[in-house]
């Protein structure tokens, strides 16, 4: 993994790592840096030889949030413009993105950085990380699916009090609180998400697919609606060849032969 490029990508077996490549700011967005990921999520749709995606930071923190900077010196769109169709945009596509993706967050997730982390399946975060909803102290309000992630992942009084203090949540007690999966020792992040994606990746592709499209839809079903939804995909998977041949191996009593995806 080599390069100056703002997103880079290393293969390590059928786990693909795409690191934001802007340390010295963090990593704070900017529409290239954002189209850049968009650009290698939307790759890897294709690829059969990826299972899962690792997303980290390189440096000393995960993503910063937008670029200030680059917004005073001007030259941008305006932010309208912006969120629609460049933030919201990638942020759904990590949501909907048919392969897991594993974040690997190594300090500071402010802003719109939290929001990339949080689109994500799972959540692996140093010790020391911290997820930063700021936006109130410079006098704006939470974007790029913030509030959503929050509230749905931590009810709306802790997101109503995180959002409006602008406190930062160190990455222990996002854990507690369920906002992410898990916090590990700092410099162990990687690792772990890593290994987490790798076991995710010998899973049969197309049943990871339609469960993630599955939880996506729980987020806003009714108990009735949620249970036709899952019927629905229950179907779809359980006509896939690798379904089929899961059951044919269980009863065969041997180890399946490898997913084809069908």
């Known amino acids: 993994m080599a390069g100056t490029e703002d997103v880079l990508f290393e293969r390590q077996g059928r ?3 795409l690191t934001l490549n802007r340390p010295a700011r963090l990593n704070a967005l900017t529409p290239a840096l954002a189209e850049a990921l968009r650009v290698r999520l939307s790759d890897l749709i294709r690829d059969p030889q990826a299972g899962a995606i690792v997303l980290t930071g390189a440096g000393r923190g995960f993503c910063s ?4 900077r680059n917004a005073v010196a001007g030259g941008e769109p305006g932010v309208d413009r912006l969120l629609r169709d460049s933030y919201n945009p990638l942020v759904q596509l990590i949501r909907k993105h048919p392969l897991p993706v594993v974040a690997a967050v190594n300090g500071v997730a ?3 950085g939290a929001s990339l982390a949080l689109a994500c399946d799972i959540v692996v975060a140093a010790e020391g990380a911290r997820f930063v909803q700021a936006f109130t102290n410079i006098g704006i309000v939470p974007d790029a699916g913030s509030s959503h992630f929050l509230t749905r992942s931590i009810g709306a009084a ?3 009090a ?9 990455a222990v007690q996002a854990a507690e609180w369920g ?4 916090a590990v020792p700092d410099g162990a992040e990687l690792a772990t998400a890593c290994a987490l994606a790798d076991r995710l990746a010998a899973k049969p592709p197309l049943g990871l697919a339609y469960a993630k499209r599955l939880m996506c839809a729980a987020e806003a079903s009714t108990l009735e609606t949620q249970a036709d ?5 229950q179907t779809l998977a359980s006509a896939s060849a690798d379904h089929q041949e899961a059951i044919r191996a269980f009863v065969e009593k041997r180890p399946p ?3 084809t995806g069908r």
């Open 15 to 17: 786990v693909v790592v």
């Open 65 to 68: 949030g937008h670029d200030l």
């Open 110 to 112: 402010a802003g719109a």
């Open 158 to 160: 802790r997101a109503r």
């Open 162 to 170: 995180l959002v409006l203090t602008g406190d930062p949540l160190p």
């Open 179 to 182: 906002l992410i999966w898990q």
């Open 229 to 233: 939804i899952e019927a629905d995909y």
């Open 257 to 259: 032969a490898p997913w």
